[in-house]
C-alpha cells in the first residue's frame, strides 16, 4: 500500500534552516497533488506548502521563507524552511493524492509526521 514517511526534522535556532523530505513507496504513479501540513497541539491543523501539477501554494506565514519542491523520479516532496521562527514549531505532516481537487483538503495518504522545534 501507498505509504509515505517524513525525515530531515530536528531542533533548530530561530533564524535557522532544515530541510524535510517526504519519501513515497507503494505505488508507480506520480501523486497529482502533494503538500505540507503541521499542528501544534491544540490548534487545527493547517497548510503550510502545497504542489498541484508543478504549480506552488503557500500559505501566506510562509511565503519568501520555504520552498516546496517535488522529485517524482525519487518520489519525493521536499520542503526547505529558511528564516524559521519559533512560531514554525510543529508537527509537520506530508499528504499526497492522486486526484484533483484543492491542494488543501482531501488528501488520502499521509504520513506520520515529524517534529521540527525552533527556539528563540
Known amino acids: 500500500q501507498v505509504q509515505l514517511v517524513e525525515s530531515g526534522g530536528g531542533s533548530v535556532q530561530a533564524g535557522g534552516s532544515l530541510r524535510l523530505s517526504c519519501a513515497a513507496s507503494g505505488t508507480s504513479y506520480t501523486f497529482y497533488r502533494m503538500g505540507w501540513f503541521r499542528q501544534v497541539p491544540g490548534r487545527e491543523r493547517e497548510g503550510v506548502a502545497a504542489t498541484r501539477n508543478k504549480i506552488t501554494f503557500y500559505d501566506d506565514s510562509v511565503k519568501g521563507r520555504f520552498t516546496i519542491s517535488q522529485d517524482n523520479a525519487k518520489k519525493t516532496l521536499y520542503l526547505e524552511m529558511n528564516s524559521l521562527r519559533p512560531e514554525d514549531t510543529a508537527m509537520y505532516y506530508c499528504?499526497?493524492?492522486?486526484?484533483?481537487?484543492?491542494?488543501?483538503?482531501?488528501?488520502?495518504?499521509w504520513g506520520r509526521g515529524i517534529q521540527v522545534t525552533v527556539s528563540s
Open positions: 499528504a499526497a493524492s492522486f486526484s484533483g481537487g484543492s491542494v488543501w483538503t482531501g488528501h488520502e495518504y
